[in-house]
């Protein structure tokens, strides 16, 4: 199942859309297969994507209006906020190729 | 990334502390004329007052401009008028190179992201 | 004013502190001077220093714009004056510039004060060249955004 992170380019702020089927209102139970419990591991992992970056804008926006205390908070929530975001990446690519890997089995 | 309301706050934070520094250049240059009134370039409250629009942020930070401004509350320094303590400029103008400083690697970082995002580099 | 405008102004403050650093060279080196080109003894001499107008540019978008705008352009030299108070008159008949009642007019120059004058030019002066440095990093760093 590709992940497909979604832009708001134009909205007022950028953030990450869920996956289509992994949002909150799955829910788990005893007897549900391993795909929708992946789906909401993959949901939660989303989302807090989504916090980090929001989390960055909101440090970066203390920055620009001056009423930043600590430099080191705000280096700290960007930085978690880009290896979110390339872990994301990763995740992502792996995902591709191992989708790849099984569309080219020949059986 | 570029369209978004933070980036878009960053840049003119860029901007603004650019338009600062003038202002404290020229403050130094003239610490030795009689009678000179320091300028300042507020931008930070310009920022958090066109930020804090709501939807109409983005309206506001593309419409903002950042002018030097003579520093009505600054008290004279010296015995002819003028309101330049040199040593204190020489800080403020400190603070403002690494408030700028602290803006572009916050940008470039977003940027970053946003190119991680989009599986490039 | 143009991208490099911070520049331009320290610049000018630069070009300004060192008028009067060479200013106050010249009043300390004729400090002793009783025949000056003009027969007279040396006068002290001293910088003026205006605050310079901004680029037509920036002044006139400040005029149209209005408010509290204020450009500001660095420092000018408006010119070099003379100091008009009186020569000093020292009591010394075995002069050769003494007049009939033995006194002797030496130029109007205090050294000490001459000293502070080039103290506070120098720190100018270095101030100056902080602030120039400070230009240069930010509009380099400026660009690093694109890397």
Known sequence: MPIDPTFALTGPEWRVDGLAGADASVEPDATSTTGSGFGDLLGKSLQSLTDSQIDASAAARSLATGEATDPAAVVMAVERAQLAMQLASQIRTKAVEAAQDIFHTQV | MLFDTTQLALERAIGGAG???????ANIANANTPGYQRLEVDFHSALASAISRGDESKLALERLSFNPAKDAAAGATRADGSTVDIDSESAKLATNALEQQ???????????????AMGVG | MSMFGGLEISASGLTAERLRMDVVAENLANAQTTRGADGQPYRRKEVILQEAPGSFGATLSAVMGGGANHPGGGVHVAGIAEDPTPPKRIYDPGHPDADATGYVSMPNVDTVSEMVDLISASRAYEANVTAMQAAKQMFSRTLELLR
Request: no cysteine; aromatic share 0%; net charge positive.
């Open chain 2, 19 to 25: 338009k600062r520094h003038e202002a404290l250049a």
């Open chain 2, 102 to 116: 602290a803006a572009v690697q916050v940008a470039h970082a977003r940027i970053n992201i946003l190119k991680s």
